[in-house]
């Protein structure tokens, strides 16, 4: 769905107070839960958002307007399919988007996110087992894989880096590191 529930949002703005990003790409920002989390917390950020539903793009209100801005930069199309430059960020964020795609294609984003140069990785994700098919009329909300933390865990290790999680009863969070 294009809403998310809060188990781990306070977990997840710890670390991006830590951090303080100054530059995010947020994948599948579906209604922006994350900007209207983090941007009030470290303002000065510049947001882009992929998101692939367009109708989102009016329903949420995720362009610019004269009276907020959720998102700087916006592109209407599928991650999977994005230049690499999207992704040199400070933090990519993948909020219960992973899910929605084959294993494969979300470990190759992931992939894509770290060797545009991104420095932090933050994953939201159920880690029970949550059948969704299409929502909306968007083919997009299907949930396509189930991740279990363990495979996450090593997927993100693959990686490099250092990871911290938190698991809760429906969502596993982590946030990638890059050492540096």
């Known amino acids: 769905m294009p809403t998310s529930i809060a188990e781990g949002k306070d977990w997840s703005l710890e670390r991006f107070t830590r951090h303080q990003p100054d530059t995010v790409t947020d994948v599948g920002p579906g209604e922006g839960t994350y900007a209207r989390l983090f941007r009030p917390v470290h303002k000065g950020i510049w947001w882009t958002g992929i998101e692939i539903h367009k109708p989102y793009v009016a329903k949420y209100k995720l362009r610019s307007t004269k009276t907020r801005s959720m998102y700087d930069e916006l592109h209407i199309e599928d991650a999977r399919e994005s230049e690499a430059h999207l992704f040199h960020r400070d933090l990519v964020i993948f909020g219960d988007v992973l ?25 939201s994700l159920p880690i029970v087992e949550a059948p969704q098919g299409e929502v909306d009329g968007n083919p997009h909300e299907a949930h396509v894989h189930h991740w279990d933390a363990a495979d996450m865990d090593a997927t993100l290790a693959q990686l490099g880096g250092q990871v911290e999680s938190m698991r809760g009863e429906t969502l596993g969070v982590w946030w990638w590191s890059r050492r540096g």
Do not use: F, Q, S, T
């Open 99 to 123: 899910e929605h795609m084959p294993r494969e294609d979300a470990v190759a984003l992931l992939n894509k996110a770290e060797a545009a140069g991104c420095w932090h990785i933050l994953v």
